[in-house]
């Protein structure tokens, strides 16, 4: 019996999304509290997103948009 290999979906995005973000929200002319808004997250984590680098999880990159390649 031949076994099918698993496939995992990533939960979490690559931290370049936050620098992504980051530099969107500045060519838009938008402050973070705006973006946060405007994107439906809080400020503190956008915030943790562009200062920390930390990917965001996959519902909140599917809510802003992000299309995972890989």
């Known amino acids: 019996m031949e076994?099918?290999?698993?496939?995992?979906?990533?939960?979490?995005?690559?931290?370049?999304?936050?620098?992504?973000?980051?530099?969107?929200r500045m060519r838009a002319g938008l402050r973070g509290n705006e973006a946060a808004?405007?994107?439906g997250l809080?400020?503190?984590y956008l915030v943790d997103l562009?200062?920390?680098g930390n990917?965001?999880?996959l519902?909140?990159?599917t809510t802003i948009g992000f299309v995972p390649t890989a």
Not at 14 to 22: C, H, I, Q
């Open 3 to 24: 076994q099918q290999a698993t496939v995992r979906q990533r939960r979490t995005m690559p931290a370049e999304v936050g620098r992504m973000l980051a530099e969107a």
């Open 37 to 39: 808004r405007l994107l």
């Open 42 to 44: 809080s400020a503190g």
């Open 50 to 52: 562009h200062d920390l």
């Open 55 to 57: 990917g965001p999880h």
């Open 59 to 61: 519902s909140v990159a």
